[in-house]
């Protein structure tokens, strides 16, 4: 499977290196994909064994792109884009502001005839699915911006999930969903781990799930590729928009996410004289137990309102989440108070493709009010400190977390022994240091007691970029609130 897979995903790609000369770019590439694909497999239902209703409108579906060659062929692509984009449901989600990006017919012709040869909805979910992850993948690794800044590893995704353990019948969400990679594994985990019934395999297609995110393109992405792997209906379980302006009222037993890095929230507005000026997002909401615009306390503070009572998160935060005073001081020590703060993986740098993130992942469990705090311990695991990944020649790997599966211990998380990398500190302690900052570390840098083992030039270059980004990236936030003042 994974030979088929690979070969069709290699053909697909050696097609998207021709279709560079012309300045398409690998995104344009994938997007193009997305709308022939779906134009393919909805015409394949409607042929034995499925024999199922078009829910494509007769004159723009898949059989009419195979009648037309040259001009033609692209004026009707053209026309099939502008005008699926103004449908209802899932149709409307995936062709929405589509453009043709392909301006050279023959080479338009070419995609048509490559999607054309393989019989899609006869393939097993898998390999579908493997194809367009294989895609998205490739698509990540050779941009540095958009989707694949935040295109978190699978690795840790797999792993975020085998702690969480999602169940039949739960809801899920993830609020930044990108192009799906936790809804993808949370539906993988409970089709593997549980034998389910009619019942419980239609709730987990049509009701388990539901994304937010805020970019066109990347929401159609993750669409095309649930629907690859056969989530999700007629209807959309991913909504485009700023999921942070307001609370959408649903309640979750689960919440999985890595929101984007990036301190501020922030709109563009176009003053009098016809300048453009950047003004930060201040999020006004009651639910809220601090305003501010820093966009990844808001997520934070978003995710808990999210969770039903004793609802479960699991969310990517950078590190001045952790140490941040003024609004930073008082949601953590809302979050300690009012949810049960279980457990902090201290990540290791050289996972994403924006360079100079420091990331961390918080778990915790929403609870009902109560005087004294949730929070007795937190457990934290430290898998940065001598540590050093690279995206490409040293790719964080499943097994490097499974020391971490095996200290985070789902079945009795309080019957946790302390380990090398993994210590338990109390509330008590935590409320004692300054700004209730939960930046801990205890395990010795060996590189700076070393200098005979130093790291392989390509770490130590790495390091070097991103530390001049994380400066950069101090800078302008001081820069920013001096203008602010």
């Not at 969400?173 to 809804?183: E, R």
């Not at 950047?278 to 999210?306: C, G, I, M, P």
């Not at 992942?361 to 430290?382: G, H, M, N």
Request: include cysteine.
């Amino acid at each position: 499977m994974a030979n088929e897979s690979s070969t069709i995903v290699q053909r697909l790609w050696n097609y998207c290196n021709v279709l560079r000369d012309d300045g398409v770019s690998y995104g344009d590439y994938v997007e193009q994909l997305t709308y022939l694909l779906f134009l393919k497999m909805a015409d394949e239902q409607t042929k034995p064994p499925f024999n199922k209703p078009s829910s494509i409108p007769k004159g723009l579906d898949w059989q009419s792109l195979l009648e037309k060659d040259g001009d033609s062929l692209e004026v009707h692509y053209r026309h099939i884009l502008e005008t699926l984009g103004r449908e209802k449901g899932m149709l409307g989600v995936v062709f929405r502001k589509s453009q043709n990006k392909i301006q050279d017919p023959a080479k338009l012709k070419r995609l048509v005839e490559l999607i054309n040869a393989e019989t899609w909805v006869g393939m097993d979910i898998d390999v579908k699915g493997e194809i367009y992850e294989g895609l998205l993948q490739k698509n990540a690794e050779d941009i540095k911006s958009g989707a694949g800044q935040y295109f978190t590893p699978r690795a840790l995704i797999k792993a975020m999930v085998e702690v969480m353990r999602p169940e039949p019948g739960m809801t899920i969400c993830d609020p930044a969903c990108g192009t799906g990679g936790f809804i993808l594994s949370a539906h993988d985990y409970i089709s593997k781990n549980y034998h389910l019934d009619k019942g419980q395999k239609k709730f987990l297609k049509f009701h388990t799930f539901k994304g937010w995110d805020i970019v066109d393109n990347v929401v159609r992405l993750c669409v095309m590729n649930l629907y690859l792997h056969g989530i999700g209906g007629d209807e959309s379980p991913i909504i485009t928009g700023d999921t942070l302006i307001s609370d959408p009222g649903d309640r979750f037993n689960m919440v999985l996410t890595n929101p984007p890095f990036g301190k501020k929230s922030s709109i563009t507005i176009v003053n009098g004289e016809g300048k453009a000026d950047r003004e930060s997002l201040v999020y006004e909401r009651q639910d809220f137990w601090a305003t501010t615009s820093n966009k990844q306390l808001n997520f934070l503070q978003h995710v808990k309102t999210l969770l039903k009572m004793n609802g479960k998160a699991a969310i990517v935060v950078p590190d001045n989440v952790l140490f941040e005073g003024g609004a930073g001081e008082t949601v953590r020590k809302k979050l300690l108070h009012e949810c049960d703060v279980h457990t902090l993986l201290r990540l290791p740098t050289g996972l994403f493709y924006a360079q100079g993130v420091k990331a961390n992942i918080l778990f915790f469990d929403r609870k009902p009010a109560s005087e004294k705090p949730w929070t007795e311990k937190i457990w934290i695991y430290d898998l940065r400190t001598n540590k050093h990944f690279t995206l490409k020649t040293n790719p964080l790997r499943y097994d490097d977390l499974k020391d971490f599966i095996k200290c985070y211990n789902a079945e009795d998380r309080h019957a946790r022994k302390e380990a090398d990398r993994f210590r338990g500190f109390t509330h008590d302690e935590i409320m004692q240091r300054d700004k209730v900052s939960l930046d801990i570390f205890w395990l010795k840098d060996e590189s700076l007691e070393d200098s005979a083992s130093l790291p392989d030039p390509d770490v130590l270059a790495r390091d070097i970029a991103e530390n001049l980004e994380s400066a950069l990236d101090q800078f302008s936030n001081i820069y920013e609130s001096l203008e602010e003042k």
